[in-house]
């Protein structure tokens, strides 16, 4: 069946006039006759009664009109979901390193969507080194990336924004010696046991330590940021802390400020070659609001 003389068929019958029916679609009283004439053929029934005030459906029209309201309306939604595939654009793909996530990029989508109500996100966590590449093959559209490992990778086509420079800070189990110092000397922790959540990351404490006069004596590498927190709590060790994560560390670790403490910087990057694009200028301008 042809979509066209099903639509006039369920005209008739709910207007039960061909000719109110013709009028409603804007066709001819014959050209909607010839309409129902070839449904009728094609099904072999007879689907209309004709009477003195119009037409009415017979027994097997009554059956064609119920599926041809299912019919008709799955149809008009496929039709409606198409046009609307073609003008709405698809999800802004963003990338982030895991502390990022902690409190900023929550905060910034919230912005985000302040301005955005329907605005699609999608998020990718993972390092620096894997974030990038993920902008230069196109399968994120902006990263939050920092220098922390030290420097980041060189990549031609990627431009770089500012976005903060992270101060880190040492996490303590609580009844440390030193948790009741209000800042703390990194030199300090020479002794102490440290834990670590992933082999880049202890090389970059190695290298903060070794700027304080020290070796960390490193021996737990967890795996996991949840991991790590919970050996420090437990007493196994002592952690440094980025700014961006100290609000979201357990209650049961005692933060502290390193005295002169070294830091991250934090960028936003985007593709270079990029034609300029709302929803990224956008979530840019919420990132820079949620610090």
């Known amino acids: 069946m042809e979509l066209t003389p099903l639509r006039a068929f369920r005209e008739v019958c709910r207007l039960g006039s061909i000719s109110a029916a013709a009028d409603q679609l804007g066709y001819t009283q014959s050209a909607v006759s010839r309409q129902l004439a070839t449904l009728e053929s094609q099904l072999g029934r007879t689907l209309l009664t004709r009477h003195a005030r119009g037409v009415q459906p017979t027994a097997a029209g009554?059956?064609?009109?119920?599926?041809?309201?299912?019919?008709?309306?799955?149809?008009?939604?496929?039709?409606?979901?198409?046009?609307?595939?073609?003008?709405?654009?698809?999800?802004?793909?963003?990338?982030?390193?895991?502390?990022?996530?902690?409190q900023l990029l929550p905060k910034a989508l919230k912005r985000f969507h302040r301005d955005r109500p329907d605005a699609r996100i999608t998020f990718a966590e993972g390092t620096t080194p894997t974030l990038v590449p993920g902008l230069l093959d196109a399968t994120i559209d902006l990263a939050v990336i920092t220098d922390y490992p030290p420097g980041l990778p060189a990549a031609d086509g990627i431009e770089?924004?500012?976005?903060?420079?992270?101060?880190?800070?040492?996490?303590?189990?609580?009844?440390?010696?030193?948790?009741?110092?209000?800042?703390?000397?990194?030199?300090?922790?020479?002794?102490?046991?440290?834990?670590?959540?992933?082999?880049?990351?202890?090389?970059?404490?190695?290298?903060?330590?070794?700027?304080?006069?020290?070796?960390?004596?490193?021996?737990?590498v967890c795996g996991t940021w949840l991991g790590k927190q919970a050996f420090v709590a437990a007493g196994y060790g002592v952690m440094l802390a980025p700014g961006l994560v100290v609000p979201a560390l357990r209650p049961d670790l005692v933060v502290r400020p390193l005295t002169e403490p070294p830091t991250r910087t934090v960028y936003v990057a985007t593709r270079a070659a990029d034609e300029p694009c709302g929803a990224v200028d956008a979530f840019v301008g919420a990132l820079r609001e949620s610090i």
């Open 62 to 102: 009554e059956v064609l009109l119920t599926h041809a309201a299912g019919i008709l309306a799955q149809v008009d939604r496929a039709t409606a979901d198409v046009a609307a595939a073609g003008s709405r654009p698809g999800p802004l793909r963003v990338g982030a390193f895991p502390t990022a996530s902690a």
């Open 160 to 220: 770089l924004l500012h976005l903060l420079d992270d101060r880190l800070h040492v996490a303590l189990p609580i009844g440390h010696r030193l948790t009741g110092h209000e800042e703390i000397d990194l030199a300090e922790l020479a002794e102490d046991s440290w834990v670590e959540d992933y082999p880049g990351a202890a090389a970059v404490l190695t290298s903060v330590c070794a700027r304080a006069g020290f070796a960390p004596r490193l021996e737990i």
